[in-house]
């Protein structure tokens, strides 16, 4: 797949590091994000072997607090804009709103992670007239919403009918198929058991052709399971990425940057062997 002019080949698995810059996370004073130490976290997971950096201004967790388009371009855009100047990592822009997905391609982002899919208003458009990859993400309902009682006749099937909508709409809108990702969404809008068929099937989302991004890092499906608190489920979270590559995903979003590299690179030396 192309992200500018870097062509990435998505038959090796590659990683995408998280960077949350909502005020709990790189915060001067509990108000303000301190763009020195979100791009240092940065650097540092590229350093750690991150091909992409995933940065947020507005959390999706379940009933997080909606953000302003304002408050969200003052969060990533110095980000992005620092960030660039000092590397040349791929810079993904996780957001739903067309003039945040604008402005961060003109600061520098090659991709946007939408967990709407391009369904909100100007979405569809603004993806396709600036040209960059973007990864679709399934989500039933919205953040605020969407655990409260997730309900599907069968997850798979429901998942890749999503899909082919989500991919029509985007051919109408002119968006090329060789510029998407798609991503089942661990967590959005599923109860474990909706997560657990998605991770054992997700080798059927193979058949849109498209490449696919799972993010299972730290999620609370794996704390349900292994009953631990959010900052004890590295483990997990490398277990469940490499059962994800091994299903058929070609990126992976985490928290943990190094010790998913190593785990990649285990799975990469038995997998050459074949
Ligand atoms: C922003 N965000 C949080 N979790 C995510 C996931 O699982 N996938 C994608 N694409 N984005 C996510």
Known sequence: MEFGSIQLDLKSPQIMGVLNVTPDSFSDAGQYVSVEAAVLRALAMVEQGATFIDIGGESTRPGAQLVSTEEELRRVIPVIEALREQSSVLVSIDTSKPEVMQQAILAGAALINDVYALRKPGALETAARFDVPVCL????????????????????????????????ACEGAGIARNKILL?????????????????????????????????????????????????????????????????????LRVHDVAETADAVAIYNAVRQVR
């Open 137 to 168: 993400m399934h989500m039933q309902g919205s953040p605020e919403d969407m655990q409260k009682r997730p309900t599907y006749t069968h997850v798979v099937d429901e998942v890749i009918d999503f899909f082919k909508q989500r991919l029509l």
């Open 183 to 251: 991503d089942p969404g661990f967590g959005f809008g599923k109860t474990l058991s909706h997560n657990l068929t998605l991770l054992a099937e997700l080798s059927r989302l193979k058949e849109l052709n498209c490449p696919l991004l799972a993010g299972l890092s730290r999620k609370s499906m794996l704390g349900a399971i292994i009953d631990k608190p959010v900052e004890q489920r590295l483990s997990a979270s490398i277990t469940a990425g490499l059962l994800a590559l091994q299903n058929g995903a070609s990126i």
